[in-house]
């Protein structure tokens, strides 16, 4: 009975990585436009800074910053990805645990995820130097799909295991 109880709350604190997610995201997208740019060009910097440093190609500071500026706008679409991937993970793996499974997951994740990367943009439209784009709910859905995908195949696999497959096969050709 208490053995029950336990997995029934543990259960529901099964969501609170995804509220925690949802309020990364907002937290992110509450940064003035300029605060939010000036960091995904110092990410774009320090990517094209360790790749000089691995290859060796002796770039100089202006030629680096030249770098950074031609991948930046690739880095911050990448980040909405990684967000909406990390999100869409989140709700998964509770509705997987909570028995949802096939393409009702990824309906139902699609409709939690892009719902709320909606909601995101719509914020976002009250943010200084940001306004919703209907692109970025676009690519947010690219990460929702990949992490329910994900969330998916390695519960399934998990719970699948190749040799008590063979060995249940096995067993029951036996028995014929």
């Known amino acids: 009975m208490m053995k029950r109880f336990m997995i029934e709350v543990l259960k529901l604190f099964s969501f609170v990585p995804a509220i925690a997610m949802m309020f990364i ?10 605060v939010s740019g000036n960091l995904s060009y110092e990410i774009s910097y320090d990517i094209v800074e360790v790749k000089n440093e ?11 910053s030249v770098q950074a500026h031609r991948i ?9 990805v990684l967000e909406y991937l990390v999100l869409a993970m989140t709700v998964s793996f509770p509705l997987y645990v909570y028995g ?20 995101d943009e719509y ?3 009250n943010v200084i130097g940001r306004g919703p784009s209907p692109r970025d709910v676009g690519i947010d859905s690219i990460g929702v799909f990949a992490g329910a995908l994900l969330v998916q195949v390695f ?7 190749p040799a008590s497959s063979r060995k249940r096969a096995n067993m029951e050709r036996k028995e014929l």
């Open 123 to 125: 914020h976002q439209a």
């Open 100 to 119: 949802v499974r096939g393409i009702l997951l990824f309906l139902l994740t699609g409709l939690i995820c892009v719902g709320y990367a909606c909601t």
């Open 25 to 34: 995201i907002y937290h992110f997208s509450s940064q003035p436009g300029a």
């Open 72 to 80: 930046h706008h690739y880095v911050r679409k990448a980040a909405h």
């Open 155 to 161: 519960c399934w696999s998990a719970s699948h295991d």
């Open 54 to 64: 691995v290859l060796d190609t002796g770039y100089t500071v202006q030629e680096l």
